[in-house]
């Protein structure tokens, strides 16, 4: 059965991709409306740095953060300057890695179904006085729900699944960085299969329900992104 | 900055005007059109596809920001060297050429849209509010289909849902682009009665483009006639309508449209006689009365004419007048002629073959035979 210390990664992985997915949330939306509509010519450059996480070995971003966000980075620097301290090893850490690496996973189906709307209900939506913002909730995100649910739900699964980055930027604290996935390499490193067999088994699960309810609420979404 | 506190324009412009002067650009095509609107009454903008009508429409609606120039409603700037006012911020009401119903609301939830956003009314107006809207339901006739979704309406209904939204944000202007265009026939006969209602009970101005003949003739009272982003002409409807150079090419539209009433009903003969400003015309008998305003349309090839007034003749309406002018048709074959009847003016299209038969000239004395007059209802 579980133990104790399974039940806190499970715990810990939760709220990691509970944060996660609202910070995704609340810097991919403004992200993904600019590039749906934005002309400038930049916003190439921008989609593929958005893209990045989708063709890059985890490995590569974990080392990267590392270094930025190391005493000698200049991330680091800036955190230390500010009172912060260096963020790997840490919570927030983690936090940072995970949005880096989920961010094409939430800012490609709100920006899809953005652009699936068009123009047009924004024009009548500023002909009946609607400002931009009042637009935005009233029209925007009511007709962008589908994309919404699917960033949500993607976001929020794939940092759950997530390892690499985990390992590089987190290591291997238990109750701080210890998610599911390292643990799992951790009990299989010791050899300790049968509790490996348990943990996995919880992933599975939760992995399947997870998208089933995906492609349920939404049937016409795609999983367009393979890892 | 609020419409009510905008900067006024300057003196030598009319200031109940609706001035628009106006220069924009995009991929190989121009839009210059420098013209003072009359602000009240419908005002059409007729022109053929890709003739400009409707971004000049977008730009006074806002949607478009033209690349230079003024646009002045009644005093209010919306658009000058150093200011734009964003749509949002401009009181009009906009029909676009489909509905454009927000899909995720019902129909009803698309009027609550406009009402919500047309300002507060005060305590003591809502009374008079509540009245309006059910006013305006009736008057598009949409009472029985507010509870269903857009995707459950027919085109027809949608688009009379959206011309209510729009009427229902309480705009001091209204812009219709081509409402009826994207309906079939039916449907288009089905709402035109609706949009005569709405003009002859708002007192607002409308702007309204279209490239139908038909409901120009139905609808305006002043027109713009566009080409390649370019005004040819404008006026009067009547006056536009009846200007042979430079001609405004109708083609088999080619016709005047006079304003008329009812003066007599034949009972038995199931007729009615009409009066305008130039004489009498006898009409079927829809199921007038008398005193009733009608709007009569005459084509100029239901128009002939004949040297001598001929009671030995089939045709009703034979009315006396004198050429003004003639002028080439497009078609090589025949000429448009100008007859002044009384304070008005008929077009009939005659073969050049006639013309030369007939020995007609300027200023020479005619009858003109009408052979249908076409009611609007």
């Known amino acids: 059965m579980l133990t104790a210390q399974d039940i806190q990664a499970i715990i810990l992985t939760l709220k990691l991709a509970t944060v996660v997915t609202l910070v995704l949330l609340l810097i991919g939306t403004p992200l993904a409306w600019w590039l749906a509509r934005t002309r400038s010519r930049i916003k190439s450059v921008i989609s593929a740095m958005v893209a990045l996480p989708l063709v890059l070995p985890p490995t590569v971003i974990g080392f990267y953060l590392l270094i930025w966000l190391g005493p000698q980075g200049w991330i680091g620097q800036l955190t230390q300057s500010v009172g912060l301290g260096t963020l790997p090893f840490t919570f927030s850490g983690l936090v940072i890695a995970s949005v880096c690496y989920s961010l094409p996973f939430v800012v490609q189906p709100i920006q899809n179904s953005i652009e699936a709307m068009g123009e047009r209900p924004l024009e009548v939506a500023a002909t009946l006085r609607a400002s931009p913002l009042d637009c935005f909730f009233s029209v925007v995100v009511p007709m962008a729900k589908p994309g919404f649910i699917t960033a949500a739900i993607l976001g929020f699964a794939h940092t759950v699944g997530e390892f690499g980055v985990v390992l590089m930027i987190g290591g291997n604290i238990p109750g701080v960085t210890q998610v599911i996935s390292v643990q799992i390499f951790e009990q299989v490193e010791m050899m300790d299969y049968g509790r490996a067999h348990t943990l996995s088994a919880v992933m599975m699960g939760f992995s399947f329900v997870t998208l089933l309810c995906l492609y349920s609420l939404n049937p016409h979404a795609r999983m367009r992104y393979a890892r | ?377």
């Not at chain 2, 700037?77 to 899909?103: M, T």
Request: hydrophobic share 40%.
């Open chain 2, 1 to 377: 900055m609020r419409a009510d506190q905008q900067t006024l324009c300057s003196p030598t412009m009319k200031p109940d005007s609706i001035h628009l002067n106006i220069q924009h650009e995009y991929s190989q095509f121009h839009l210059a059109v420098d013209i003072d609107l009359p602000s009240q009454g419908v005002s059409a903008i007729y022109g053929p596809s890709g003739s400009g009508k409707t971004t000049l429409l977008r730009c006074i609606a806002g949607l478009t920001q033209a690349k230079h120039g003024q646009i002045y409603f009644q005093g209010q700037c919306w658009q000058s060297d150093n200011q734009f006012i964003p749509a949002y911020k401009r009181p009009i009401g906009y029909v676009f050429q489909e509905a454009s119903l927000f899909p995720h609301l019902s129909a009803q939830a698309n009027l609550n849209y406009a009402i919500k956003r047309a300002g507060q009314p005060q305590a003591s107006k809502q009374v008079e509010h509540a009245k309006q809207l059910n006013h305006i339901i009736d008057l598009l006739g949409i009472g029985n289909c507010l509870e269903r979704n857009p995707a459950q309406l027919s085109g027809g209904e949608r688009q009379r849902v959206a011309i209510a939204r729009a009427l229902l944000i309480q705009p001091q202007l209204l812009l219709m682009d081509e409402p009826l265009s994207s309906l079939d026939r039916q449907r288009k006969k089905d709402i035109l009665p609706y949009l005569q209602q709405l003009k002859t009970e708002l007192d607002i101005p409308i702007i309204y483009v279209s490239h139908s003949a038909d409901e120009i003739a139905r609808l305006a009272d002043y027109l713009v006639v566009m080409s390649q982003g370019k005004i040819t002409s404008h006026g009067p409807l009547q006056q536009v309508l009846t200007q042979l150079s430079p001609p405004v090419n109708l083609g088999d539209d080619t016709g005047v449209v006079l304003d008329a009433e009812i003066c007599e009903i034949d009972a038995k003969w199931h007729l009615a006689k009409a009066q305008f400003e130039g004489g009498l015309f006898w009409l079927r008998d829809h199921g007038h009365s008398v005193g009733e305003k009608v709007r009569l349309r005459i084509l100029a090839r239901d128009v002939s004419i004949a040297l001598e007034e001929n009671h030995q003749s089939s045709i009703l309406n034979i009315l006396p007048g004198t050429i003004v002018q003639i002028a080439n048709d497009q078609s090589p074959a025949s000429s448009l002629i100008k007859i002044a009847v009384g304070q008005q003016s008929l077009i009939a299209k005659l073969t050049q073959r006639s013309v030369a038969q007939l020995g007609l000239e300027e200023g020479k004395k005619v009858w003109a035979q009408i052979k249908s007059v076409a009611l609007i209802e």
